[in-house]
């Protein structure tokens, strides 16, 4: 079976400053790993994926995340956080094709001025 | 359509009705997911389904959670004799390949 740890439920962090996002994960078999963003009061978007290839994926709105098999990590990070990145974070794995992504609880994103 | 579409997008409903949440996925989309999100928690599995395939119902709470996909399409998440702690945003996902999910915008549901 597989699990995703978000070790932190808040991450508060003032504006232009950089950010990190921890995510681990447990499986038995290679994993699809991703990031999904819910602002306020909407549904889940994805922010970025890795399926395979470069461990470092970039994502939208400036995101970035490195896979780390030996850590069995997917930090996501931004280097200059903006006003309206205050979200809620979620880690998700997957071992693959159609199956079912396992959701981490979720990390409050909140930046401050 | 253009997302994934969500009715009702709010639900009020007495302990011990039943409810049916419905879910529109993208055309193509032959995965779908329905999760449910509950205040301050992390998204909890309920069902899965996959082309034909037999659903994958690991995740529903108790026999009052039942889903079904019509024709590959359209999903509806059935709640009976719903309780307070039913109470939470259930998310329809549609997904295809390693894409990962779209995911709709969600019915609240609330349990009074």
């Known amino acids: 079976a597989q699990s995703v740890t978000q070790l932190d439920s808040q991450v508060p962090v003032f504006e232009e400053a950089p950010v990190e996002l921890r995510c681990n994960y447990s499986?038995?078999?290679?994993?699809?790993l991703f990031w999904y963003v819910q602002y306020p009061n909407q549904g889940l978007q994805l922010l970025l994926k890795y399926l395979s290839g470069s461990t470092l994926v970039k994502g939208i709105n400036g995101f970035e995340a490195e896979f780390n098999k030996s850590q069995t990590s997917f930090h996501l990070r931004k280097p200059s956080v903006h006003i309206s990145d205050t979200a809620e974070y979620f880690c998700?794995?997957?071992?693959?094709?159609?199956?079912?992504?396992?959701f981490g609880t979720g990390t409050q994103l909140k930046v401050e001025l | 359509g253009a997302g994934v579409s969500q009715s009702p997008s709010n639900k009020v409903t007495e302990k011990g009705k039943d409810v049916e949440l419905r879910c529109d996925p993208i055309?193509?989309?032959?995965?779908l997911y329905w999760y449910r999100q509950s205040l301050g928690q992390g998204l909890e599995f309920l069902i899965y389904?996959?082309?034909?395939?037999?659903?994958?119902k690991s995740g529903l709470p108790s026999d009052r959670f039942s889903a079904e996909r019509t024709g590959g399409s359209v999903s509806t998440l059935t709640i009976q004799r719903t309780q307070q702690e039913d109470s939470a945003v259930y998310l329809c996902?549609?997904?295809?390949?390693?894409?990962?999910?779209?995911f709709g915008s969600g019915t609240r549901l609330t349990v009074v």
């Open positions: 389904f996959q082309g034909n395939s037999a659903p994958d």
């Open positions: 499986s038995s078999v290679s994993v699809y």
């Open positions: 055309s193509g989309h032959t995965a």
């Open positions: 996902a549609g997904g295809q390949g390693f894409d990962g999910y779209t």
């Open positions: 998700a794995v997957s071992t693959g094709g159609g199956n079912k992504l396992t």
